[in-house]
């Protein structure tokens, strides 16, 4: 199994551009995550899908921060316009059922940052 | 609500040595409890768990962590360290009668000297 891919692995770009971030989560998971972690913050969920639906985007940051899981091998996190304080590591992970108990398999990350 | 802590941020050890990091977690309800560990430049991977039944639960590489409810923690503990045990660990912890929303703590990195 390759696991949970992510790309790119890193991003650079300036204030104002568009950023997307691509995840492929593992064959016959149905239940993704976006998280982001920070030094200040640590790792924080930013939305959660399960079947390919949106089921809590509550730590969506703000508006210029959307997700989409058009098919069960396909997430993408999108920020436009992006700033400086968006730089971070951005993982993927996804899980079985999405269940409290499951594990949740992480992806190696994008690194981005925003000049 | 609930909360992870995990109060060093950073601990140093030599070769060969024991270690323990520590986790409290606080919530009003029954929880699972996980320690993941990041290798640098790497994703998290799971560790180990405490889901149900024996208190003490240990991974394949010699780590071991002991939940205790009447202490609310889920320390972890390895009795000799080696270099390749340098990473970040991280605590988290989910409601049994909830679903997919883990809580993590801010993590602990473990360097590991010769």
């Known amino acids: 199994d390759a696991g949970v891919i992510q790309s790119p692995r890193h991003e650079v770009t300036e204030m104002g551009q568009e950023v997307t971030l691509r995840c492929k989560p593992i064959?016959?998971?149905?239940?993704l995550f976006w998280y982001r972690q920070t030094m200040m913050r640590g790792l924080e969920l930013l939305i959660y899908?399960?079947?390919?639906?949106?089921?809590?985007d509550s730590g969506m940051p703000e508006d210029r921060f959307s997700a989409k899981m058009p098919n069960a091998s396909f997430s993408t996190l999108k920020i436009q316009p992006s700033e400086p304080r968006d730089s971070a590591v951005y993982f993927c992970?996804?899980?079985?059922?999405?269940?409290?108990?499951?594990?949740?398999?992480f992806g190696p990350g994008t690194r981005l940052t925003v000049l | 609500a609930q909360s992870v802590t995990q109060l060093d941020s950073q601990v140093p050890v030599f070769e060969e040595a024991p270690v323990e990091l520590r986790c409290n977690y606080s919530?009003?309800?029954?929880?699972?409890l996980f320690w993941y560990v990041q290798y640098p430049n790497q994703g998290l991977q799971l560790l180990l768990k405490?889901?149900?039944?024996?208190?003490l639960v240990e991974s394949i590489n010699g780590f071991e962590a002991e939940f205790n409810k009447s202490q609310t923690s889920f320390h972890l503990r390895k009795p000799s360290v080696h270099i390749s045990d340098t990473a970040e660990y991280f605590c988290?912890?989910?409601?049994?009668?909830?679903?997919?929303?883990?809580?993590f703590g801010t993590g602990t990195r473990l360097k590991v000297l010769a």
């Open positions: 992970a996804s899980s079985l059922m999405g269940g409290a108990r499951d594990t949740q398999y």
């Open positions: 064959s016959g998971h149905n239940s």
């Open positions: 899908f399960n079947n390919n639906v949106p089921i809590d």
């Open positions: 919530s009003s309800v029954s929880v699972y």
């Open positions: 405490y889901l149900s039944g024996s208190t």
């Open positions: 988290a912890v989910s409601e049994t009668s909830g679903t997919y929303k883990y809580i």
